[in-house]
C-alpha cells in the first residue's frame, strides 16, 4: 500500500519514506515486473530466479532478500494482482446501484480490470503450473481462497435479490459459479493466437449479449412491465461504459 492510500485509509501521519526505503521500493517492483514477464513467457517451473535477476538487473541475492523463495516471489506477484482485482470489484458494489446492477457493474469492472492489467488477469486466471500439480503449488490454495471469495460475493447478491423479490428462485451459488466461469471464458477468448480470438469490440457485444441472456433468465416478474420487459432498475446502471474506450478510467489508487 502506498504512502496516499495509507493515509487515505487511516487518516494517520505518516512519515515520508527514507532514500533507503524508496531504494527498496524501487528494487522490489523492478523484480515484480521482470518476474510477471518471465512467469507469464516461459512459465513458472521454466523460469529460473537468475534470469528474473537479469532481467530486472539486480543480484540473484537481492531477489532472496526481498522475497525468499521462487514461491515467495510468485505469490507477491499473486497478491499484488488481487489487491488491484479487488479495487476494481469494489467499486462495482456501490451502495446507490441496486442489487442487479451491482451484478453487472460487477462483471464490467472484472473486464475493465483485464483491459488493464492483462498481465495481472493472466497470473490470477491461468497460473503456469506447468507440468506439476497444481496443489504442490503454495499459492494455487490462496488463488482458489479468492475465486471462492469472488463466487461468494456474487451469490449473496443474487441471494439477496431472491429474498426481496428482485431475481427468480435460482440457486444462488451456482448461478454465481455459472456467471464467474462464463465471464472469465469469454474475456479469455481475447486472449487467444487463432481465429478462435476475440477482438475488442467483439468481446465487448459477446458480454453484452450475455448479460441480456442473464437478466431475461434472472430476473423477476415483479420487475418486469405487463409485455414481459425489463424494468430499467434491473438493468445496467445509468451511464456504465462498457465500451473499450472506457478502459482506463482506473479505480483509485489502482497502480499499474
Do not use: C
Not at 451502495?95 to 475493465?112: C, E, K
Not at 449473496?156 to 431475481?167: S, W
Not at 441480456?212 to 456504465?240: K, Q, V
Amino acid at each position: 500500500m502506498t504512502l496516499e492510500q495509507r493515509v487515505a485509509v487511516s487518516g494517520e501521519v505518516v512519515a515520508e519514506p527514507t532514500r533507503s526505503e524508496r531504494r527498496k521500493a524501487r528494487t522490489e517492483q523492478a523484480i515484480l515486473e521482470a518476474a510477471e514477464r518471465k512467469f507469464l513467457d516461459r512459465g513458472f517451473h521454466g523460469t529460473t530466479v537468475e534470469e528474473i535477476a537479469a532481467d530486472a538487473d539486480v543480484s540473484v541475492g537481492s531477489i532472496y532478500v526481498h522475497f525468499q523463495s521462487k514461491d515467495g516471489l510468485y505469490l507477491a506477484l499473486i497478491e499484488r494482482a488481487l489487491e488491484i482485482e479487488e479495487r476494481y470489484m469494489d467499486e462495482a458494489f456501490k451502495p446507490t446501484l441496486s442489487l442487479s446492477q451491482q451484478l453487472f457493474a460487477a462483471g464490467w469492472a472484472y473486464l475493465r480490470f483485464y483491459y488493464d492489467h492483462p498481465g495481472h488477469f493472466r497470473i490470477l486466471m491461468f497460473p503456469h503450473t506447468d507440468e506439476q500439480s497444481e496443489g504442490s503449488l503454495p499459492f494455487a490454495e490462496r488463488l482458489a481462497e479468492r475465486a471462492e471469495a469472488q463466487v461468494r460475493r456474487v451469490a449473496q447478491n443474487i441471494e439477496l435479490g431472491v429474498k426481496t423479490g428482485a431475481a427468480r428462485a435460482v440457486d444462488p451459488y451456482r448461478a454465481a459459479k455459472f456467471m464467474w466461469g462464463a465471464w472469465s471464458g469469454v474475456i479469455a477468448l481475447n486472449m487467444r493466437p487463432d481465429r478462435l480470438r476475440l477482438d475488442d469490440d467483439e468481446l465487448r457485444l459477446v458480454l453484452e449479449e450475455g448479460r441480456r441472456i442473464l437478466t431475461e433468465g434472472i430476473a423477476s416478474m415483479e420487475l418486469r412491465y405487463p409485455d414481459g420487459s425489463i424494468r430499467p432498475e434491473f438493468d445496467a446502471p445509468p451511464g456504465m461504459d462498457t465500451t473499450t474506450d472506457g478502459r482506463s478510467d482506473e479505480p483509485k489508487g489502482a497502480s499499474r
